[in-house]
C-alpha cells in the first residue's frame, strides 16, 4: 500500500529534550516535505526537500532540522525543544512533475 | 495580513445543500490552486487542484479560480454527512519551483443528516 508513515503518532517530552520524528515512503517520491498545523494559524511549511541531500527552509523553520540521506526518509530534528513547538506535524510527499502531495497521519507533540 | 484568508467556520448545513467554500490571497505570484479535505485525526488529502484561473469539475465538487479577484471557491453539489471535514485551501507559485506551499487556516463544514 502506497503510504506515508510517521513515527511517532504521540509524544510528550521536557523543553530541551533531543527528539526526532520520522517520515518515511514508500511511493519513490522525489519532493518531501514538513508541516506543522495549529488552531487559527493552519498548516505552516516547517521545512522541504526536493531530493536527497536537497532541502530548504519553509515558512517556519526555526528551531527544527532536518536531513535527507535517503529517498524514502526525511527525518524531523528538535534539538531543544520548546513549549512553543507543541504541535500537530505532518509529513508529506509527491512525485516529480506532479501536484498531489501525501500526507501522513500526522504526530500530536507535546512540550512541557 | 496573511497571504491567504480562509473563513474558519463552523459552517453547518443540510443533507443535500449547496456548500460553498472561499479563499481570498493577496500573492498575485500564486498560480496553482489546491483544495484538500482533511477529517478528524487524520491528514490531509487533496480533493481538487487547479492551474491559474478558470473552472474544474469532478463529480459533485466544482473548483473556481478568479485570479483577476485574488479568489478560489470550491463548491459541493448534493452534500453529504461524509462530507462533513475541515475543508484547506493551498497556493503555490512558479517562482518557488512549486516546492513552497502556503495553506489557509481550513473551514470546518458539517453536513446534518
Known amino acids: 500500500e502506497a503510504q506515508v508513515t510517521q513515527n511517532p503518532r504521540y509524544l510528550i517530552t521536557v523543553t530541551g529534550k533531543k527528539l526526532t520524528v520520522t517520515c518515511s515512503q514508500n511511493?519513490?517520491?522525489?519532493?518531501m516535505s514538513w508541516y506543522r498545523q495549529d488552531p487559527g494559524l493552519g498548516l505552516r511549511q516547517i521545512y522541504y526537500s526536493m531530493n536527497v541531500e536537497v532541502t530548504d527552509k519553509g515558512d517556519v523553520p526555526e528551531g527544527y532540522k532536518v536531513s535527507r540521506k535517503e529517498k524514502r526518509n526525511f527525518p524531523l530534528i528538535l534539538e531543544s525543544p520548546s513549549p512553543n513547538q507543541t504541535s500537530l506535524y505532518f509529513c508529506?510527499?509527491?512525485?516529480?512533475?506532479?501536484?498531489?502531495?501525501?500526507f501522513g497521519p500526522g504526530t500530536r507533540l507535546t512540550v512541557l | 495580513q496573511k497571504e491567504v484568508e480562509q473563513d474558519p467556520g463552523p459552517l453547518s448545513v443540510p443533507e443535500g445543500a449547496i456548500v460553498s467554500l472561499n479563499c481570498t490571497y493577496s500573492?498575485?505570484?500564486?498560480?496553482?490552486f489546491m483544495w484538500y479535505r482533511q477529517y478528524s485525526r487524520k491528514g490531509p488529502e487533496l480533493l481538487m487542484y487547479t492551474y491559474s484561473s478558470g473552472n474544474k469539475e469532478d463529480g459533485r465538487f466544482t473548483a473556481q479560480v478568479d485570479k483577476s479577484s485574488k479568489y478560489i471557491s470550491l463548491f459541493i453539489r448534493d452534500s453529504q454527512p461524509s462530507d462533513s471535514a475541515t475543508y484547506l485551501c493551498?497556493?503555490?507559485?512558479?517562482?518557488?519551483?512549486?516546492?513552497?506551499?502556503?495553506f489557509g487556516t481550513g473551514t470546518r463544514l458539517k453536513v446534518l443528516a
Open positions: 493551498a497556493m503555490s507559485s512558479v517562482a518557488s519551483g512549486t516546492y513552497k506551499y502556503i
Open positions: 500573492n498575485s505570484a500564486f498560480q496553482y
Open positions: 508529506a510527499s509527491r512525485g516529480q512533475g506532479y501536484n498531489e502531495q501525501f
Open positions: 511511493m519513490n517520491h522525489e519532493y
